[in-house]
């Protein structure tokens, strides 16, 4: 039960970073984090993980990092891709 609550409260996070990161809606969040999860095939808590770590270190792999911006693309308004 702990564990599940802990995954819960990183995706939450990860969500919340997509949102100030990328302008997003917490759906749209939801949404790029779900596919990059799907489209790198990483599991989501480890995506979440990773997402959180960069927000703290601006340090991303490059295949999440490609694959965020792939989404972020997907879900474009001006000034949504990151560098």
């Not at 996070?13 to 779900?34: H, M, S, Y």
């Not at 995506?47 to 990092?65: D, F, K, M, N, Q």
């Amino acid at each position: 039960m702990q564990h599940a609550v802990h995954a819960h409260a990183v995706v939450d996070q990860a969500v919340g970073v997509l949102l100030a990161a990328g302008k997003l809606t917490p759906d749209e969040g939801w949404d790029v984090l779900r596919s990059i999860s799907q489209n790198t095939n990483t599991k989501l808590r480890h995506v979440a993980e990773l997402l959180i770590t960069w927000a703290r270190t601006g340090e991303l792999c490059a295949l999440l990092h490609t694959e965020l911006n792939r989404q972020l693309a997907l879900h474009s308004r001006p000034g949504r891709r990151l560098r």
